[in-house]
């Protein structure tokens, strides 16, 4: 029987679990749901043991569905949301629920981290300034919270890492996961024994690093019961989930950017060299094709921002979509349609979780400026969109400042799939939108790690080239005028209400 290739992506509310042939055909997949926790505003956190039970479910299910058994899966590939910390003690239990990748308690402890070691030299060492989301300042919070919790630790583990610990009873990770802890030398692709000092962390904690296609581990036969896989069977690196969502749609080669339109939005581009921004504004991560690196800003609320206003302003429209079996959001495109570019004047900064790119502020805050008595729900849709959309450009100029352009920009994520939001990103970008055949995103490109790393393929750009196939699906069009009068307005808003962001979020500690 052809071997297929089986693809686990850790998500922040689901396990995305897939299974593909040869060819890059996806045979099945599924999508276990499990929820995370807010105990306190800005905090976010989830049980790791949730994310277990969903791939062992999602596994069982993508068999049955495809008609396969565990001896037709050559080879696992992993992904999964970056930057979260698990905890584990001696034994291999976890200490305490994950803190995630959107949680922004740690702004002291980056501060902290960045005063004691510099930040000019973090960022010629970690491509990155030390932000609130990122792994390394979590560590410190637990120091100084919950000191019972880090006198136990003997591992810490991203998420996608602790999924290969449950499947193997292997410490492994690999270099694209890796660059978003603040702790790797990412021009070098190992550990930084300067950071981990500066940040108390003892070198055993961590976790073997390899490259994203290498066998890291093969699958304990106690993991092989529960799933219906065989023992043995080999598991690659994988990839942050941007990484092999990276991979998933063959952003692969120099000189191409994509942007997905996700919960948060990610803006993305393969570079063959190590680059970094200056100030950091990007972030500078190990590539999952071995070897080479990628650029990347991420907004923290993109499509978290449209879900947002569909929440609380969106009941009567949600209804109606519940009435004539229709989605929400393709009647918030007809809503938006109904307005002119621009808003009638109505801006949107969509900071509601904070902002990394190109604002690494964890006390940035959303706002709609410009509201008149004219501006209606349909105003305040399209407007949310426009902010979304600006948020991404600013990443996009960025990359082109950092001398990487592209003729077109592969769009992926939720927003991609409509097409009045595809001509908005052409309109704002003044660049082609393309799409991907491939639509499965991170855990497709943990199968195509997978299949590279048990030699289905010889490299990472070869099974892009045999899998995925791109087509233009927007071209800049009138309104692009109109987006190329107002970014620059939206760009002025940040700086001018930053100092008053801090203020509001010290009236409400």
């Known amino acids: 029987m052809a071997a297929c290739f089986l693809g686990l992506d850790v998500g922040t509310s689901s396990t995305k679990v897939l ?13 276990p749901e499990y929820p995370f926790r807010t105990p306190r505003p800005l905090w976010a956190e989830a049980d790791p043991e949730d994310w277990w039970k969903a791939t062992v479910q ?22 999964g949301q970056m930057h979260g910390l698990v905890m584990l003690d001696k034994a291999g239990k976890v200490l305490r629920p994950c803190i995630m990748w959107n949680d922004q308690r740690t702004a002291a402890e980056c501060a902290e981290i960045t005063a004691k070691i510099g930040r000019e030299k973090i960022l010629a060492i970690t491509g990155n300034p030390v932000l609130p989301g990122f792994t390394a300042p979590k560590v410190l919070w637990v120091k100084k919270n919950e000191p019972e919790v ?28 890796a660059s978003g802890m603040s702790l790797l ?6 550990w930084s024994k300067e950071m981990l000092a500066g940040c108390g962390i003892p070198e055993s904690w961590m976790a073997t690093v390899t490259e994203s296609t290498e ?10 019961a529960l799933t219906g896989l ?13 990484a092999a969502q990276a991979v998933g749609c063959g952003i692969v080669e120099e000189g191409v950017i994509s942007a997905t339109f996700g ?22 991560f190990c590539a999952a094709v071995p070897g080479e690196w990628h650029m990347m800003g991420v907004m923290l609320s993109a499509a978290g921002s449209l879900q947002w206003l569909r929440d609380a302003l969106g009941a009567e429209e949600v209804a109606k979509a519940k009435a004539t079996g229709r989605h929400v959001y393709s009647l918030f495109d007809e809503m938006a349609a109904s307005v002119p570019a621009g808003s009638d004047g109505l801006l949107f900064l969509p900071y509601l979780s904070g902002e990394r790119a190109p604002h690494p502020d964890p006390y940035a805050r959303g706002a709609f400026i410009g509201l008149t008595l004219r501006h209606n729900k349909s105003h305040m849709v399209r ?22 352009r592209s003729k077109t920009i592969v769009a992926s994520g939720g927003g991609a799939r409509s097409p009045f939001w595809r001509q908005m990103m052409a309109d704002a970008f003044e660049t082609p939108i393309a799409l991907v055949n491939a639509t499965e995103g991170a855990a497709y490109g943990g199968a195509l790690l997978a299949a590279v790393g048990t030699g289905a393929y010889p490299d990472v750009r070869s099974a892009a080239k045999a899998c995925i196939a791109t087509t233009v699906a927007a071209n800049p069009g009138p309104d692009a005028k109109t987006y190329a009068k107002y970014y620059p307005r939206y760009r002025a808003l940040y700086p001018a209400l930053k100092d008053e962001f801090r203020a509001i979020a010290d009236l409400n500690k």
């Open 230 to 242: 065989v023992a043995g069977t080999p598991i690659a690196g994988g990839g942050g989930d941007q």
């Open 383 to 404: 407007a949310v969109m426009e902010g979304i959309t600006y948020g991404m450009l600013d990443s996009v100029e960025l990359m082109r400042t950092a001398g990487i």
């Open 58 to 79: 999602g596994i069982k299910t993508v068999l049955a569905k495809a008609g396969k058994t565990g001896s037709d899966v050559a080879g696992i590939g992993l992904s």
């Open 215 to 224: 066998i890291s581990a093969k699958l304990s036969p106690e993991a092989a």
């Open 263 to 284: 919960t948060s939005g990610v803006v993305f581009a393969h570079s063959r060299q190590y680059r970094a921004e200056p100030d950091g504004r990007l972030h500078a």
């Open 150 to 177: 880090f006198a136990k630790c003997a591992k810490i583990l991203l998420p996608k890492d602790y999924i290969r610990y449950r499947m193997s009873g292997a410490f492994a990770t690999e270099v694209s996961d």
């Open 19 to 31: 299974l593909i042939d040869v060819s890059g055909k996806v045979l099945a997949s599924d999508a």
């Open 185 to 190: 030398d990412v021009p070098n692709r190992k």
